[in-house]
């Protein structure tokens, strides 16, 4: 049988699904009605059951996204997309779920055990600490489960974000360079205030929201450090990663 490692509930990570406003999760949280609360903690709950009883101990093919799409005909309370489909072994599958009577929406990702980065944030402070941030997508559990083979999987549950990539944002100029890279620094500083640093590598791990918030969505890329990044070096992470970005090669 396999060891079950979802979270209980705590309120910290009751924050608002970022689709709903992004710009005010301080302010939200403050005001939060409790309704709102409740409603996201038994989404969660009840997403969780449905992953345990329908994906565990190789009730589903965890690499399929076909199998995993078909599996919710048995949760009528929601509807599934895909949002990414996996384009080589390890890859993660994103599915996107959305309440059907609320219409609140979340992102499921599928991948193995074996992101050693992300596997320690879902888990007790480090979790706490993220989900403290307003630039991150919350993350509500991570549901460990097994293949047929025995493999170790994460199902991790976490608020979706409506938005473009930045390097769609920046093509697209709905935002300036200087936008991205004062949005980067506030994303770092806030991280970095939690004891984390960022990896700024990958530019479709970042989403720009209508309010022009950047958002990162990969908890892969935050780790934490006694020694995080000075501001200078932030600074100039950011700038590059921006600059990167445009380095004629690099445009897809
Ligand atoms: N919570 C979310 N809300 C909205 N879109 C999301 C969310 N999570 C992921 N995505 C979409 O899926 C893409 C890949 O997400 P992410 O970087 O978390 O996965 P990944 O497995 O690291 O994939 P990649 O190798 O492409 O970086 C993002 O660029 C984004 O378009
Ligand atoms: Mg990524």
Redesign the pocket.
Known sequence: MSQVSSFTATPDHFHLPKEIDVSHKTTIKAVNLEGEIAKADDHFVQLEKFVLENWDCGSINLVSETDLLKSFDRLCDFNCTI??YARWTK??I?L?VVHKTSQRAY?I?V?ENSFKTCRRNYHGSNRLALNRCTHL?NVYGAVRIASAKGKFYFAVI??????S?LDQALLRKDLTNQQAIEGLIDLSLELKREGFNIFLK?R??F?VTVTKEIVI??W?KMFRTHNTNSVETVESKCKKFVKFMFDEENIT
């Open positions: 949002l990414k890859d993660s994103i996107k992102a990702k991948h997508s976490y608020d979706f974000v409506v938005g990539t990958d479709t791990d989403l969505t990969d892969d």
